[in-house]
């Protein structure tokens, strides 16, 4: 037995308290009252309590994460034939919101729309779509929309709203007061339709067309040159030498995804060595002019006056008679410009974006100088986009002043954000205008002063039709049943008219009465129709007599030659209402009374373009494809104008000055943003900003610049002089995705010149070569000859894209449309400003630099000195885009560095990103020479810090069910849109044959309006990567480390004149 | 030592085992022939199907008459017989001939009238099929091994317990006998104590299996996480895969069409549904019950045969779950691969509600994927296949092309 020694006296007693207090030596109870009560100020929960706490939660929670969810599963009850869970569907239709116009098919996943397409079938957009289109699937699901119709800004019921409207409409109707139509461009013929049949009902109704941003003075100067109130069709594609005077054509100005198509027609280079040469005078640095071969610095004021000595050089050379004029500075570009459309005469075109009058019918007498008519532009079959008609509008504000008008009925417009003076017509509108109805989707700034909004459907969710051009129809079909109860706007006007039909039949019965008899391939309605449905398009101008022009290219030639002669004699006849000598001295009045400091040019930008669907969080952060600015708006000026005179913050950490614009009443702060290329002594300014009631996303984003919007010669104008800065002591914080400019010397775009090119198809790409040393031999080897790893084989695929850089014009469509396609969350302006944002695809955009390696050495500046120099752009620089999204390395640097295999290679040439094997130590990112792996720095979805789309239930329809929606902590990048491999594979194998070469298209190639990206299988002999891969111009990015990408680039070549290069 | 009580138990339970085995279904002919050529239109004592209630029919028309219609029921109606155009006239349906011999029919009509009598009596569980006394146990054919193991168990134990009880009286016995006087008896702590300290090689030892077994049981538990096995929920309606595809031998892409063209089989649609049971108002094991159901979701009224306005959908349990990071297409493996539906959903037909047969681990898919051989000669989409000798084994000896060889274990075949 052992001995037992007691502790002491007390132990030995066995007293009570002792024993008790022994017990209790090192208590280990949770003090949970101390941490749940409250009774001092500082919570007592010791470090030790906490981990204990924390430890609890995390063993329980890990337990109960244990258990596999209940997962419910709802079939339908009667399953539609055509649908198939798990396979998508594909419907075509029809974008078009009084600005934009793209055919289109839309992808639907169990009958939600879940991506926009481009559609080849259209002879218009041939397939291409912009970034606005692609992101537009997202407004469908934006939150902010109305979910039905509101009286007196309250929630109401159709029946209601309908009652009450009827009756006050008869009643204005009764004692004969004027009732409005306000519209945005309708090109929908069946609408036209319901509007006269609803101006018919109602005599004192009248439809007023008025554009946010207008073009109505191209209208004004064909109907003063030709006596044809149109904006005619344009064919890029015909011109070999392309003058713009500030029109964005691939931007924005009338149809830029349609244009942009032409444009690049003349611009690859495949199987042919000749291109375009496009030639920009503008102010800004827009999307357009940075493609430009030449790109010549004109002030909004001078604009005018160079078209006027342009038109007289041209005159002299065909001997008509010459205007006044007044000399310019930049007289050697006219000159030059002169010749060259002298020289290519019948195949020139000659665009200007000012909406001037005057300017206007000046381009049009430079075009019928130079043969356009007939070759490069197609007045007979006008474009019918963008027939805004200013000059009626400002009659509408004068009525509404008067108290004239006792009804406005608003579609697919807001005239409180757009019109310059939106505060005084805000007021007018309230006071004097007894009945104001809305068709806004949202209660935005018009809609909210409306007593009844009624919420038309969003496209997706509508029946349409469209005539973007002459002869060129198409319909749209609704994708998906109504989320809301909207109802469509022409539906509402028949109601109120009186009449009682659906919208879908009363396109048909338009369709029937109108377009079936222009055909004659089909003797059926119902097989018309169907087909027009599915092809999305009918082309009225496809009759025989059209079809017979598909022959010989040398009869085509005369045949379009005689057509021309044919015109410009035609013309010619009605030549008498072209009073030139009016317009140049309207254009010289003009420009003689700008003389303020600055002179302010409005554009729109690539995402948000005026700004009607500013609620798209997608849009707000596309980078502007030029300053490379998301989610603001800024004034642009000149790196010169800010260093000179105003000492202005010129880049530092993405802050800027905060400056304030004033011109005349209007006064708006806004910060300043560096933008070489702008023209010294101008700014700009983007529109589409500074929304206040279109949603939590958009509000208050950026500043409003319609206010600048000026009216003059009966026209609206997007630019202005003698407006004034004034400094202020305010910093804006700008979240730019791209913050270094140049290329730094170093060949990440290769670019050579069309002469050099011609002389030798490798010109820019000449192979590099390194110093090879072994033993004491030493020689020169490319890089792919001094290899350490073995190949990967590629026994069936070998996927992959050849990116040209030639053709692809900076737009930023793939971006959104990969974004679509991946499930690509928004980050926001916070995120994107510590550079991570997640994009899979950017879009990289390099100035040229006046200084180089060379040139600093003759100039004796020291390395470093160079090298700063170099960081800095030219005053007026060349400009590159260069898409990158991960380069699928056959040698990857982020295979070899990831600890957990998380990323590996595949047997088909692609870069496998597992995010499920990941655990986050971003080794790859870092040894990425690419930089373009993104990390998931938060969790994106379902957090209320992130609150853009995948934060509630609606936004989160859009998603891609085949694509995970990646977690907190992985690493992401582009996946060569493996879903859509693996789905066009298993098409193939399903049918027992080959993949088809374009059978597989990525997201960003499918995407691009110009066919810059062409995706395929390598190892297909007869596919069209495999030809183009075969192309002198091919290069890796970085080659030099041997990555051996499957992406492969094609150096840029710019069509300058030898003596420049 | 075999103990007398210890076969007394074991004799009874050992009966119990072979029992149900022993117990064999009788009246094969009539129930079958029943359920194959007439259960489609006809119930037993469950009211109208297509044709009428065939309880009592004995009572309502004699044997030869039945003969008679049940081979033809169209000539027996030209022949002017007035019962027969009777019930044309109620059903306003034909009967279609039966090829069945006349003592086959009789063994039906047997059959009929074993079930009608059955129906008829009170409701009693206990009914014999075929006279011989099968007991309720039979019913419950689940698993009773365990049960066995533990009565083992708890006898063993008993016996223990008796035996240390027997050892313990022959040592103080002994001590009495030989004067040693008994020790003291210490707390129970302390005789613990001493008795762990004497056998210190089997606390060891002890202490090692455990350690072992715990911790590979350890490891399987954790591995199981998230692995649902054998998972088998119950589901809005009772409904059998066993009588469906088992017995009424219905393919399963009928209702699962998904499997060869997406990459979902699919919960079928209520509609699916109603292509048979329109006419089947009556299941054998459920009655109307379960497919009242399917008419509750649709509305549908089965005696005017109208569709109402209040449909909602029937909300099904998921049996496989796939997590969201894994892309599985059923048209590959049914359609491409040619793989049957029970390699990985196991024998259905036989399943009375269905369970989750295969782990869907990425292992199991794996191992499926470096054994299964692709047929390259059987699709043209292989036709520009080259074999690779790296993929191919170390000398390209391998000729066997297995999915693993093309690629089939690559991570971003199912992941992205």
């Known amino acids: 037995m052992e001995k037992k020694y007691w502790k002491g006296l007390d132990e030995l007693k066995g007293d009570v308290e002792f024993v008790e207090k022994a017990n209790n030596e090192f208590p280990e109870e949770i003090p949970v009252d101390e941490v749940f009560s409250r009774k001092s100020e500082q919570p007592a929960t010791p470090r030790r309590d906490f981990l204990k706490f924390m430890g609890f939660s995390l063993a329980t929670a890990t337990l109960a994460s244990c258990e596999a969810p209940v997962r419910k599963t709802i079939p339908y009850l009667i399953r539609p034939e055509e649908i198939v869970p798990g396979v998508a569907n594909w419907y075509a239709s029809t974008f078009s919101d009084g600005n934009d116009y793209c055919s289109i098919v839309v992808k639907t996943r169990e009958g939600r729309p879940i991506k926009i397409e481009g559609n080849k079938r259209s002879s218009v957009t041939r397939g291409g779509v912009n970034a606005r289109v692609q992101a537009s699937v997202l407004s469908l699901y934006d939150s902010a929309r109305l979910q039905g119709p509101l009286a007196g800004g309250a929630p109401s019921s159709w029946q209601e709203v309908d009652g009450k409207i009827k009756e006050k409409l008869q009643a204005i109707a009764a004692k004969n007061g004027n009732i409005r139509i306000l519209s945005s461009t309708i090109i929908s013929p069946s609408t036209n339709k319901v509007i006269a049949d609803f101006t018919s009902k109602y005599p004192s109704a009248k439809h007023i067309t008025y554009d946010a941003v207008s073009y109505s003075a191209i209208i004004k100067a064909n109907q003063a040159s030709f006596g044809k109130a149109v904006i005619p069709s344009y064919k890029f594609d015909k011109a070999e030498t392309i003058v713009s005077f500030a029109a964005d054509f691939l931007n924005s100005w009338i149809s830029p995804v349609e244009f942009a198509n032409q444009y690049v027609q003349n611009r690859k280079l495949r199987g042919k060595k000749t291109m375009s040469r496009h030639i920009q005078y503008e102010s800004s640095l827009s999307l357009t002019g940075s493609n430009a071969d030449k790109r010549i610095q004109v002030k909004p004021s001078e604009q005018g006056i160079a078209l006027l000595n342009l038109y007289n050089r041209l005159a002299a050379f065909a001997g008509a008679s010459t205007v006044k004029d007044k000399p310019v500075r930049f007289i050697k570009s006219i000159e030059d410009t002169a010749q060259l459309l002298w020289k290519n005469k019948g195949k020139a075109l000659v665009v200007c974006g000012v909406n001037d009058i005057y300017s206007q019918i000046i381009v049009n007498a430079v075009n019928k100088l130079l043969d356009s008519y007939g070759n490069t532009i197609d007045i007979e079959n006008p474009c019918c986009l963008k027939q805004g008609n200013d000059a009626d509008l400002a009659k509408l504000m004068e009525e509404i002043k008067a108290g004239e008008v006792s009804a406005l009925i608003t579609y697919n417009t807001n005239p409180v954000y757009t019109l310059p003076g939106a505060e005084e017509f805000k007021t007018a509108l309230q006071k004097k205008v007894e009945l104001k109805i809305s068709f806004a989707d949202r209660a935005d700034e018009t809609a909210a002063l409306a007593d009844f909004v009624c919420p038309d459907h969003h496209y997706l969710e509508a029946w349409n039709d469209a005539e973007p051009a002459k002869g060129h129809y198409s319909l749209a079909q609704p994708a998906i049943r109504p989320l809301f109860k909207t109802r469509a706007a022409q539906e509402s006007l028949l109601k109120w008219a009186g009449v009682e039909m659906d919208y879908h039949n009363y396109i048909q019965d338009y369709w029937k009465a109108n377009l079936f008899n222009t055909q004659s391939k089909y003797t059926l309605f119902e097989t018309f129709w169907t087909d027009s449905l599915q092809n999305g398009v009918f082309d009225s101008s496809m009759a025989p007599a059209a079809a017979k022009e598909k022959e010989t290219p040398e009869n085509k030639k005369n045949k379009s030659k005689n057509k021309a002669h044919r015109n410009s004699q035609e013309s010619g006849s009605e030549n008498i209402k072209i009073d030139l000598e009016a317009a140049s001295e309207g254009i010289l009045r003009n420009s003689s009374d700008k003389n303020g400091d600055w002179e302010l040019v409005l554009y729109e930008k690539a995402g948000l373009g005026n700004g009607s669907q500013a609620n798209n969080p997608w849009l707000q952060e596309l980078p502007d494809p030029v300053s490379k600015v998301t989610w603001d708006n800024y004034v642009t000026m000149s790196p010169a104008d800010m260093r000179g005179k105003y000492n202005l913050l010129e880049r530092g950490d993405n802050t800027g000055d905060v400056i304030t614009l004033t011109l005349g009443n209007t006064t708006v702060k806004a910060p300043v943003y560096p933008q070489p290329g702008q023209m010294p002594g101008t700014i700009g300014l983007a529109l589409g900003y500074g929304r206040t009631k279109t949603g939590k996303v958009a509000n208050n984003v950026g500043v409003n610049a319609f206010p600048f919007v000026q009216w003059r010669n009966e026209t609206f104008q997007y630019t202005a002089g003698n407006v004034s800065i004034g400094a202020t002591a305010d910093k804006h914080e700008f979240a730019a995705t791209q913050t270094h400019h140049t290329m730094m010397g170093r060949a990440l775009v290769k670019e050579t010149t069309l002469s050099e090119y011609i002389k030798d198809p490798k010109a820019g790409n000449e192979e590099e070569l390194f110093v090879y040393t072994s033993g004491k031999e030493s020689s020169k080897k490319k890089s792919e000859e001094l290899n350490l790893w073995d190949t990967h084989e590629k026994p069936v695929h070998r996927w992959g894209m050849v990116i040209d850089l030639n053709s692809c014009i900076g737009c930023g469509a793939c971006v959104i449309g990969c974004q679509a396609e991946n499930n690509v969350p928004v980050v926001g302006k916070d995120e994107v400003m510590r550079s991570r944002e997640m994009h899979w695809i950017r879009i990289d955009r390099y100035y040229s630099s006046d200084m180089n390696a060379e040139k600093g050495k003759e100039e004796g500046k020291g390395s470093m000195q160079t090298l700063r120099e170099m960081e800095s752009p030219s005053d007026n620089p060349e400009v590159v885009f260069q898409p990158v999204m991960c380069q699928h390395c056959n040698h990857a640097p982020c295979e070899t560095v990831c600890p957990v295999l998380a990323t590996t290679h595949s047997s088909e040439g692609m870069n496998q990103m597992i995010y499920n094997r990941c655990v986050g130590t971003r080794y790859c990112a870092n040894n990425c020479p690419y930089k373009v792996r993104r990390f998931n720095w938060f969790k994106y979805s379902d957090n209320k810090q992130f609150d853009y789309n995948m934060n509630d239930n609606l936004g989160k329809m859009v998603l891609n069910p085949d694509v995970v929606v990646r977690s907190r902590g992985v690493m992401e990048k582009c996946s060569l849109c493996v879903q859509r491999i693996q789905e066009g594979k298993l098409n193939a194998k399903k049918e027992n044959r080959k993949v088809k070469d374009g059978d597989i298209q990525t997201a960003c190639a499918q995407s691009c309006p110009t066919n810059a990206i062409v995706f395929g299988d390598y190892n297909d002999p007869a596919s069209e990567i495999g030809e183009v891969a075969k192309d002198e111009r091919c290069y890796h990015l970085l080659g030099e480390i041997d990555t051996q990408p499957n992406i492969y680039y094609q150096t840029k070549v710019r069509n300058t004149p030898e003596e420049k290069a | ?416």
């Open chain 2, 1 to 416: 030592m075999t103990h007398p009580k210890l076969r007394g138990v074991l004799l009874p339970l050992a009966l119990l085992f072979i029992l149900p085995f022993a117990v064999s279904a009788a009246d094969p002919d009539g129930a079958s022939l029943f359920k194959a050529n007439c259960a489609a239109c006809h119930s037993v004592g469950k009211g109208k199907l297509v044709g009428p209630d065939l309880k009592d029919i004995q009572k309502r028309q004699s044997e030869d008459w039945l003969l008679k219609w049940i081979k033809s029921s169209a000539s027996l109606r030209k022949s002017g017989d007035a019962y027969a155009n009777e019930i044309f006239g109620q059903y306003n349906i034909e009967m279609p001939d039966q090829s069945l011999s006349p003592s086959e029919i009789k063994a039906v009509l047997g059959y009929i009238k074993s079930e009608g009598d059955k129906a008829s009596a009170p409701a009693s569980v206990s009914t014999p099929v075929g006279g011989e006394g099968a007991s309720a146990e039979t019913d419950s054919s689940g698993d009773n091994s365990f049960y066995v193991l533990l009565l083992i168990a708890v006898i063993l134990l008993v016996v223990a317990a008796v035996l240390t009880r027997v050892r313990n009286g022959l040592q103080k016995a002994i001590r009495a006998k030989n004067g040693i006087p008994e020790p003291a008896l210490l707390p129970a702590r302390q005789r613990m104590y001493v008795w762990a300290r004497s056998n210190k090689k089997l606390i060891a030892v002890a202490i090692i299996v455990l350690g072992v077994w715990s911790s590979v049981k350890g490891w399987y538990m954790l591995a199981d996480v998230g692995i649902s096995q054998g998972y088998q929920p119950d589901q809005p309606i009772a409904f059998s895969h066993k009588l469906h595809a088992g017995e009424m031998k219905i393919s399963c892409i009928y209702c699962h069409s998904g499997a060869e063209k997406s990459k979902t089989a699919g919960v079928p649609s209520v509609n699916v549904c109603m292509n048979c049971h329109k006419a089947i108002r009556q299941g054998p094991t459920t009655g109307t019950a379960e497919i009242a159901k399917i008419y509750a979701a649709l509305d549908y009224d089965p005696n005017t045969m109208t569709y109402g306005p209040n449909s909602k959908p029937l909300v099904w349990t998921r049996v496989h779950n796939l997590p969201d990071l894994a892309y599985f297409n059923h048209s590959q493996h049914v359609k491409v691969g040619g793989v049957k539906c029970q390699t990985c959903h196991g024998p259905v037909e036989e399943m009375t509600v269905a369970k989750q047969f295969a782990p869907l681990t990425m292992g199991w898919c794996i191992n499926c994927h470096r054994t299964t051989q692709v047929k390259l000669e059987n699709n043209h989409y292989y036709d520009n296949y080259h074999p690779v000798p790296e993929l191919m084994g170390k000398h390209g000896r391998d000729t066997v092309v297995t999915v693993e060889k093309i690629g089939g274990t690559e991570c971003a075949r199912c992941h992205y």
